[in-house]
């Protein structure tokens, strides 16, 4: 996170946008061409982020990552149809070893009321959501954004 959209440095910017934007897009572009070159076709699976439909000052730079994320998943989803499909998961707030302290948090005790389901989401939550794109159960889905986040989006 950023102290603030003014208070953000050029650096930090770049640092957030390279490894939340041009990394997937780089890997993504080399990945499915590989797969559409060896004619077995495959799956694309991106990890976005409620903070691009919901950015606040503290997370803009993440946030216009993750919005570019998107757009590059419908963007990749048409370019390497029909032996490729490319989707993504937009998460929200989920347990993690990372998270645990920001989960016992004031802040997050707060901001668990708003949303519908009253808490963070569990890992296995997530890997369900995973395992449903990249699987052949989801062979009719590209360029889906499935919003993975217990309603948070609304909060």
Same mark, same amino acid.
């Given at each position: 996170m950023a102290p603030s959209s003014a208070e953000t440095s050029e650096d930090l910017w770049d640092k957030i946008l390279s490894v939340n934007l041009k990394g997937p897009f780089r890997l993504t572009a080399l990945? &499915?061409?590989r797969m559409v070159a060896r004619g077995r076709g495959g799956a694309v699976l991106n990890i976005s982020s409620i903070a691009a439909i919901r950015p606040t000052p503290e997370t803009a730079p993440y946030s216009a990552a993750k919005a570019g994320l998107n757009a590059l998943t419908l963007a990749f989803a048409k370019e390497f149809a029909p032996s490729v499909r490319v989707n993504a998961i937009i998460a929200g707030p989920f347990l993690t070893d990372v998270s645990k302290l920001w989960a016992q948090?004031?802040?997050f005790a707060a901001r668990k009321e708003r949303i519908p389901? @009253? @808490?963070a989401g569990n890992a296995d939550e997530i890997v369900a959501a995973a395992l449903y794109l990249a699987g052949g159960? &989801?062979?009719?889905t590209t360029g889906a954004l499935l919003t993975v986040d217990g309603g948070a989006w609304q909060a």
């Open positions: 990945i &499915a061409s948090s004031p802040e389901l @009253r @808490r159960g &989801a062979s009719y």
